[in-house]
């Protein structure tokens, strides 16, 4: 099965795991490794169910432990993401008029920024506040030889 045959309904395990922990933390912080676990298995019960090892790589990515209990790191706050987002936006306008492309955003998605040398894209940009990339790949509709 290729990216093309992918059900775009069924993001892989990891990518919900990460979503799901994010989100609690977003609304819980301070929690428990425990309350963070109870939560992520009933939401994502039998075969769907993440392991530790799994849970605690989001931990290391997204939140930092204080007594036992954990929480968002504060550049990993949804304002923060928001800021880091734009700036690097402002950035690659910058870098695509110094180095001599035509730069397009998508109407749709504030987001996705091309590069563009001829009426044809060049780079495509897809400014992310997380790692979950797997909907992103299997929705290009162009495909340029670079992709970011």
């Known amino acids: 099965m290729g990216l093309a045959d992918w059900d775009p309904g069924s993001e892989p395990l990891p990518d919900r795991v990460e979503i799901a922990a994010v989100r609690f933390l977003q609304k819980q912080p301070a929690c428990s ?32 432990e204080t007594d036992g209990h954990w ?15 734009e700036s690097a936006a402002q950035s690659l306008v910058t870098l695509a008029a110094r180095l001599g492309y035509r730069l397009e955003r998508d109407e749709k998605n504030a987001r996705l920024i091309r590069w563009m040398e001829n009426d044809q894209t060049i780079y495509r940009f897809h400014l992310l506040a997380s790692a979950v990339t797997g909907r992103i790949l299997r929705q290009a509709p162009d495909r340029p030889s670079k992709v970011f």
């Open 71 to 85: 929480s968002l790191r504060p550049e990993d706050a949804p304002s923060a993401r928001r800021l880091d987002l």
């Open 33 to 64: 490794l425990r309350e963070l676990e109870t939560v992520l298995n009933a939401e994502l019960p039998g075969l769907l169910t993440p392991s530790l090892g799994q849970l605690r790589a989001v931990l290391a990515s997204y939140a930092i």
